[in-house]
C-alpha cells in the first residue's frame, strides 16, 4: 500500500480562525514533507521532518505550525493565515531522506485545497 | 546548485499520436530525476525515476525517459497518447544530500479526440 492520506479534502477559514491539517501514512515511512501548491505552478517545500524531528523549514511564516506527533502523522496547524495562502496543501512521505537514491521514492498525499476568506 | 528546465509550458497531441515532454537538467554531480504527473485537483504520482542505473527508464502507463549525459535531458515519451494522460506533468531533481525534491515548471499536456 503505497497511500498517503489528507483530511480534510477542501477547507475554507476566516483570516481570525485556527484549523489544522492532518496526513496520515502506513507505509513504515520515517520522512514527511509539507508542500504550498498554488494554481499552474509547480508544488513549493515547507517542511521537512525526518524521524519525527523537523529537519528543514523553508523560510516559512510562523502563521504555519507543523507538527508530527508520531511516525505516522503530520499535521499543519494553520493561524491567522492571509487570502494568498490560498493553495492546494500537499503532504508526502518517503523511506527516508535519502531520496538520491534507487530505494527511495517520494509518494504525494490528494491534498487539501486551502480558501482563506 | 541543481536545477531542471522544462522546455514545454503546453503540449497538445492527437489521441493515437507519440508523446514527448522535455526536461533539461543542471546539475554538478550524478543526479537523481523523476517524472510525476499531477491530474486535474488531485495528487502527484510518480511516473518513473531514474538513480543512475540504466539510462532508458519505464515508468507506468507505457511512459518512458532516457537519460542522455551528454545533452544533460531527460525527455519523457510514449507512444501512443491516451484522452486519460492530459494532466500536468513536472520534471523533477533530488537534492544533492537527497532530502528534497527539486520541480520544474511544469508542462501541460493536451489530449484530443
Known amino acids: 500500500d503505497t497511500e498517503v492520506t489528507q483530511t480534510p479534502k477542501h477547507l475554507v477559514m476566516g483570516m481570525t480562525n485556527k484549523k489544522s491539517l492532518k496526513c496520515e501514512q502506513h507505509m513504515g515511512h520515517r520522512a514527511m514533507y509539507w508542500y504550498k501548491q498554488k494554481a499552474k505552478k509547480p508544488p513549493e517545500l515547507m517542511f521537512v521532518?525526518?524521524?519525527?524531528?523537523?529537519?528543514i523549514n523553508e523560510s516559512v511564516p510562523s502563521r504555519f505550525s507543523p507538527e508530527c506527533p508520531n511516525s505516522s502523522l503530520l499535521n499543519l496547524h494553520l493561524h491567522a493565515l492571509q487570502p494568498e495562502d490560498s493553495a492546494l496543501y500537499l503532504c508526502a512521505s518517503s523511506q527516508g531522506t535519502l531520496l538520491a537514491t534507487s530505494t527511495d521514492t517520494q509518494y504525494f498525499g490528494p491534498g487539501t485545497r486551502l480558501t482563506v476568506l | 546548485a541543481q536545477s531542471v528546465t522544462q522546455l514545454d509550458s503546453h503540449v497538445s497531441v492527437s489521441e493515437g499520436t507519440p508523446v514527448l515532454l522535455r526536461c533539461n537538467y543542471s546539475?554538478?554531480?550524478?543526479?537523481?530525476l523523476f517524472w510525476y504527473v499531477q491530474h486535474p485537483n488531485k495528487g502527484l504520482q510518480l511516473l518513473l525515476k531514474?538513480?543512475?542505473?540504466?539510462?532508458l527508464v519505464k515508468g507506468i502507463n507505457g511512459f518512458e525517459a532516457e537519460f542522455k549525459k551528454s545533452e544533460t535531458s531527460f525527455h519523457l515519451t510514449k507512444p501512443s497518447a491516451h484522452m486519460s494522460d492530459a494532466a500536468e506533468y513536472f520534471c523533477v531533481v533530488a537534492n544533492q544530500a537527497g532530502t528534497a525534491l527539486i520541480f520544474g515548471k511544469g508542462t501541460t499536456l493536451s489530449v484530443s479526440s
Open positions: 531514474y538513480t543512475s542505473a540504466a539510462t
Open positions: 546539475s554538478s554531480y550524478s543526479p537523481s
Open positions: 521532518y525526518s524521524y519525527e524531528k523537523l529537519s
